[in-house]
């Protein structure tokens, strides 16, 4: 027989057992069927297969479950791993009460399942496609509702979808723990858990010895852990409530495959993805990941260092224990203070930067209190020995503390870890801080880096003492103990830095130009991209906006606010750093033929809420009431996740207390996004800002822009064309056709009535952006809109302020400013 023939033979086999696994494979076994050894059950869409195997070389039989559709078998579920069948007499049934039983020779019970949720009535077992084998009562449907589920009780492998940690309920803990060996599936030695205690996070024991700790979750990742880049294969989530404490992960594309699974063999927790070219599984990660990972290397106040040699270093204001045996390099001992606490009289903190943050075993939390108070409450108890935040969004909240010999520290890297405060004797925290800028001032203007538009201004206020040595990104400096000025306190980077990350200001590294200097793109040499608006020496007027504006900007902390990473101020120069956005703002999405094609329905949708949280923020939540005054497409900055962050706050207004409203004589935004009351008499309120929102949200929805005020004809502008088609009933035809049909009409039509409500003539119509948020999250019924700001008004829009004229005017992309003849 030829090759050809061979291996058309083999292709037709290959066929016919597929097509006799379609026409035989079932998915389910009812309480009169049973499954014995020899046959399998199919998951739906044939991802998974349940049945009978022996692992590698061994001759007992399991009932597992395994990756359908591969070469090989990746099992990631075995029922008896402990209790094998020696010969091939194994049957899986469902018996008289509704149980789920593996029997053996003789109807031996080889594993069964008793625990119950509920009563069993016409109970069938069914693989999921998730690879979820459960229990399910017949007329429950696709409900999940299950009696019991497979993924209730991992084995060694964790895949997306299932959760790792507790029900706090049934007391249900599901972890992972390896096989033994690959002939044997039965519980090895290690696990990998989540530690309940009241700051958890993931353990890994070998044995009893704990072997690896993530770290506590800290509202983005674990404190020890490396922060998962955007990436198009999964995301993960720790949920932490009074019911449930979990961590699960998901993919983002239901076509790959991944899986991660606590490996005997290589004393690790593996992830793995599957790859379709060469039909192989690749490692994508792995924890531990080094030396300093494995836990209390160095011993209490020890800190593992990778960079260093040897890698345990005591930390600042520690020396070892004994140092006799540090010096040959047995650190189990770990540090001890220099000078002693004294509690009564009382003790001071020390602040170290980029840790993995303690072992929480004996620890305390507060989601309420601030960084502050947890200090206060740290010193109240003389055996807390450190505190920090719980959080790190959003400039961190909440308070942790720790009680007692602080274990398992390392060093990390420039974008990890966290910062902690560790308690000293009060003579090792003063005089000893090293004198560090600080910023009383800053503002900057306009950040929009497609139309090239940042202005920006800022003053600094410098302490008694200056200096200039500090850089942002010396990694050296990373036990700096200043302590408590965590406000106002923005990195300076060194000129130099700028200079090589922008090739010298080269032109080819220029993205923009504003009205008050060039934006350029740099790189610094951990490989971080950065903005660096560059305020021209010409430039008067921004350092005025700046004095009278921004005092606030480094006080500003959001995910969907642009990042100010830093400043630098040397000589003449005096620029600001931002994070770059390599997907630069929404109005080059949403405005463009091609690319709005990327932003499907979920994306928009997505990018509402963002902005709505960002002003939310903005007008509430921020220490300072902020107006943004400027808000329009081409301000809003997308990151490469899509998410977005409002930038250019460069005519932002800062307000106090109780005050809701102010009145300025020079009125400064983008026409087409202002609102009624301010583009014609000067008013401003959160309101004016809650009307540009809505005008942005009908751009996204309708991906037509605003352009407004050239258009005599008040029907033609988006606002006036959205409110006539409401009113018509003629809503879908507003609705960008680049969406075509895979949108949630639902939510499209209900942000079109908000966008309506924020885009009301008279401002105290329009909802506060907390209402806004609330309508967006909600199905509440919504009340029905009033008339839109320029609609009706048939004149222009300076109507009733007939002395405006215009101090500048670009283009209608751009900023425009208004000067008031009062
Ligand atoms: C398999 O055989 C071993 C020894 O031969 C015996 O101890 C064990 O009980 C048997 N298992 C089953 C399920 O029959
Ligand atoms: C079915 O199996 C369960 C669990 O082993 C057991 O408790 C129950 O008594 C069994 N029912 C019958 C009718 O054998
Ligand atoms: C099963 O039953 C037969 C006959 O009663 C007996 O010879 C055999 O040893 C039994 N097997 C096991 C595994 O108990
Ligand atoms: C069944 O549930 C009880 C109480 O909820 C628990 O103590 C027991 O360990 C459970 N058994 C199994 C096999 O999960
Ligand atoms: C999902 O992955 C498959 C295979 O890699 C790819 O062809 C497809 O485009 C991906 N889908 C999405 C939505 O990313
Ligand atoms: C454990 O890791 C080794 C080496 O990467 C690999 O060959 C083996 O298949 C892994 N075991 C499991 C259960 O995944
Ligand atoms: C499979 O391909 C990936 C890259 O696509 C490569 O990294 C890996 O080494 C390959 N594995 C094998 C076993 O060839
Ligand atoms: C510790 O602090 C107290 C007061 O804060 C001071 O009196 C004492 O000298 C300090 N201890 C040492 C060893 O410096
Ligand atoms: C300090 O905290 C520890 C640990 O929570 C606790 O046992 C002790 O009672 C506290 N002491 C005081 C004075 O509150
Ligand atoms: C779930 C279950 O019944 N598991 C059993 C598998 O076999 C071992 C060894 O006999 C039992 O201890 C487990 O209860």
């Known amino acids: 027989m030829d090759i050809a023939s061979l291996a058309f033979l083999t292709t037709t086999t290959k066929f016919l057992i597929f097509l006799f696994k379609i026409s035989t494979a079932l998915d389910t076994i009812a309480p009169s069927q049973s499954l014995s050894d020899g046959k399998t059950l199919v998951s739906r869409d044939g991802t998974f297969e349940l049945g009978f195997f022996s692992p590698y070389d061994s001759q007992k039989r399991y009932l597992g479950i395994w990756y ?40 031996t019970v080889v594993w069964s399942v008793s625990n119950l949720t ?25 409900s999940g509702i299950y009696l019991w589920q497979s993924f209730d009780y991992p084995c060694d492998t964790l895949l997306p979808g299932m959760k790792l940690g507790w029900d706090s309920k049934t007391g249900l803990n599901r972890h992972l723990s390896s096989w033994k060996s690959s002939n044997d599936p039965s519980i090895g030695d290690f696990m990998w858990e989540v530690q309940l205690n009241t700051n958890p996070e993931l353990v890994m024991w070998k044995g009893t010895q704990k072997y690896y700790r993530s770290g506590p979750w800290n509202g983005i990742g674990f404190s020890g852990g490396i922060a998962l880049k955007p990436n198009p294969i999964f995301g993960y989530n720790f949920v932490s409530t009074e019911e449930e404490v979990y961590y699960i992960y998901n993919l983002k594309n239901k076509s790959l495959f991944t899986r991660i699974v606590m490996n005997q063999t290589t004393y690790n927790r593996q992830r793995y993805t599957w790859n379709d070219v060469n039909q192989s599984w690749i490692l994508y990660d792995s924890v531990p990941r080094d030396r300093c990972d494995s836990y209390g290397l160095c011993g209490a106040y020890g800190n593992c260092v990778t960079s260093e040699l040897p890698v345990c270093q005591c930390l600042k204001g ?18 001890m203070r220099n000078k002693p606490l004294d509690c009564e009289t009382g003790d001071g903190f020390v602040k170290f930067s980029r840790l993995k943050l303690p072992d929480t075993t004996h620890s305390w939390v507060s989601k309420t209190m601030n960084l502050r108070e947890c200090r206060t409450k740290c010193l109240q108890n003389c055996s807390c ?19 007692g010999d602080l274990m398992d520290i390392r060093q990390l890297p420039a974008d990890g870890g966290q910062d902690l405060y560790i308690r000293m004797n009060a003579s090792e925290t003063e005089g000893k801080a090293k004198p560090k800028m600080k910023i009383a001032v800053i503002t900057f203007a306009s950040i929009a880096m497609v139309s090239g538009i940042l202005i920006i201004s800022f003053a600094i206020y410098k302490r008694k003492t200056k200096s200039t040595e500090q850089t942002a990104n010396n990694t050296q400096n990373n036990q700096n103990n200043d302590y408590h000025n965590e406000d106002f306190e923005l990195p300076l980077f060194e000129l130099s830095t700028i200079v090589n990350s922008t090739n010298n200001f ?170 009624p009351e301010y583009a014609t008499d000067g008013i401003f309120s959160d309101k004016s800002d809650v009307f540009s929102f809505g005008i942005i949200m009908l751009e996204i929805i309708s991906g037509k822009k605003s352009r407004g005020y050239h258009q005599l004809d ?41 966008s309506l409500l924020c885009a009301q003539h008279h401002a105290e119509d329009r909802p506060s952006m907390a209402l806004v948020l609330l309508m967006l999250g909600s199905e509440t019924p919504l009340p029905e809109p009033k008339e839109p700001g320029f609609f009706k008004d048939k004149g222009r829009v300076d109507e009733g302020s007939s002395s405006s004229k215009i101090e500048s005017s670009t283009t209608n992309e751009m900023s425009i400013s208004l000067l008031e003849a009062r």
Not at 121 to 140: A, C, H, M, T, Y
Not at 389 to 402: H, K, M, S
Request: aromatic share 8%; glycine share 10%.
């Open 385 to 403: 020995m450190a505190y920090s935040n719980l959080d790190i969004i959003e400039r961190g909240t909440g308070c942790a503390i720790w009680f």
């Open 118 to 142: 509920k009563e069993a009535q016409e109970p069938i077992l069914q693989l999921l496609d998730s690879g979820n084998f459960v229990l399910r009562n017949k007329n429950d449907g696709d």
């Open 318 to 335: 520690f020396k070892p224990r004994s140092l006799e045996r540090w010096n040959l390099m047995d650190w189990s001992q770990g540090c």
């Open 506 to 675: 080269s032109i080819n590294n220029k993205i923009g130009e504003g009205g008050f200097g060039p934006v350029y793109l740099g790189t610094l040499i951990d490989g971080q991209e950065i903005a660096v608006k560059r305020l021209s020496r010409s430039s008067g007027q921004g350092l005025n906006e700046f004095k009278n504006e921004v005092k606030f900007i480094a006080k500003l902390q959001h995910r969907n606010l642009v990042k100010l990473l830093g400043c630098c101020i040397q000589g003449e120069e005096k620029m600001l750093v931002y994070e770059y956005m390599c997907n630069k703002s929404l109005d080059s999405f949403i405005f463009d033929q091609t690319r709005s094609k990327l932003l499907d329905w979920a994306k928009r949708f997505n990018i509402i809420c963002g902005i709505a949280r960002g002003l939310l923020y903005l007008h509430q939540d921020s220490r300072l009431r902020i107006i943004h005054r400027d808000l329009k497409a081409s301000n809003i900055l997308l990151d490469n996740e899509m998410n977005p962050k409002i930038s250019d706050f460069g005519l932002a207004k800062t307000f106090g207390g109780e005050q809701t409203e102010g009145n300025t004589n020079r009125v400064v935004g983008t026409f087409g996004y202002m609102a």
């Open 68 to 107: 359908g559709n591969m070469p090989g078998r990746t099992v990631v579920w075995v029922a008896n791993r402990s209790n094998p069948i020696n010969g091939s007499s194994g049957l899986l049934t469902i018996n008289g009460t509704g149980n789920p039983v593996l029997l053996s020779e003789n109807m």
């Open 714 to 754: 008040h029907s033609h502008n988006l606002i006036g064309y959205a409110w006539r088609l409401w009113k018509e009933g003629k809503s879908l035809e507003l609705i960008d056709p680049v969406l075509g049909e895979s949108y949630h009409l639902l939510e499209v039509m209900r942000c079109y009535h908000i």
